[in-house]
């Protein structure tokens, strides 16, 4: 079959061109993450302060964050953060060459923002679930903050917030789709490309669809896991009850 040909790893074809681009929108999406994640629980933890400055500064960045386009943030990290380097590496030498931004790494900057305007919140809802008199018995014989942090919270918020993050993570790999506009050679960008040269738009972007399901079908295959294992001990204590 013809179709076949252009979906090949040898001569014409152009497996091995989307293959190479999914690697890229997987790692991108795996780099990213981690950063959202991180971050987004830094905000949060910044939203519970008692200090009216920290609480108004994480409002703030989730609340600008959520309120913008995906891609419009993207444009500003690639184009507007290249530009104050630039003009930041001027100013302290005149004779400096101009730094470039690379698609990559503005990728992860973007969506680990992105990821975590989102993932803050889910954060934030997930430590307000939390049952306090633990941390008052923690404190009461003499254990110190952030070990109860480490012990005690941050166990109970990865199975409370796990849900939440899980469709963030969906979220996220769907959103590397839009690096493919600032010539990153994602899946999406080098699917464009063998558009362009075969005029076959309708294989291509299909099977782009198909990829991007099966990862998702994946996905969501390991998040269900992950919640099974993380909620086995409060499962079986609300069939007792």
């Not at 997987?26 to 200090?51: D, E, M, N, Y």
Request: some cysteine.
């Amino acid at each position: 079959m013809e179709w076949l040909s252009y979906l090949s790893f040898t001569g014409g074809g152009w497996g091995d061109e989307l293959l190479r681009g999914l690697g890229v929108t997987l790692a991108l999406a795996a780099a990213s993450l981690p950063v959202g994640l991180a971050l987004g629980l830094a905000v949060a933890a910044l939203g519970l302060c008692r200090r009216a400055l920290w609480r108004g500064l994480s409002v703030g960045f989730s609340t600008t964050i959520r309120g913008l386009p995906e891609l419009l943030t993207l444009f500003i990290i690639y184009h507007g953060v290249g530009l104050a380097l630039n003009s930041l590496l001027k100013w302290f030498n005149p004779e400096a060459e101009s730094f470039e931004l690379s698609p990559f790494l503005a990728g992860v900057i973007a969506l680990g923002l992105v990821f975590a305007g989102y993932s803050s919140e889910v954060w934030r809802g997930a430590w307000q679930s939390l049952d306090r008199g633990q941390l008052e018995a923690a404190q009461a014989i003499g254990v110190r903050r952030l070990t109860i942090f480490r012990l005690i919270e941050l166990p109970q918020l990865l199975r409370l917030a796990l849900p939440g993050l899980g469709n963030l993570w969906i979220s996220l790999i769907k959103d590397t789709a839009l690096v493919s506009v600032i010539a990153l050679n994602d899946l999406m960008r080098m699917a464009n490309v063998a558009v362009g040269v075969t005029k076959k738009p309708f294989l291509f972007f299909a099977v782009v669809c198909l990829v991007y399901w099966a990862i998702c079908l994946l996905c969501e295959w390991g998040l269900a896991r992950l919640e099974q294992r993380a909620n086995r001990g409060f499962e079986r204590e609300g069939r007792a009850a």
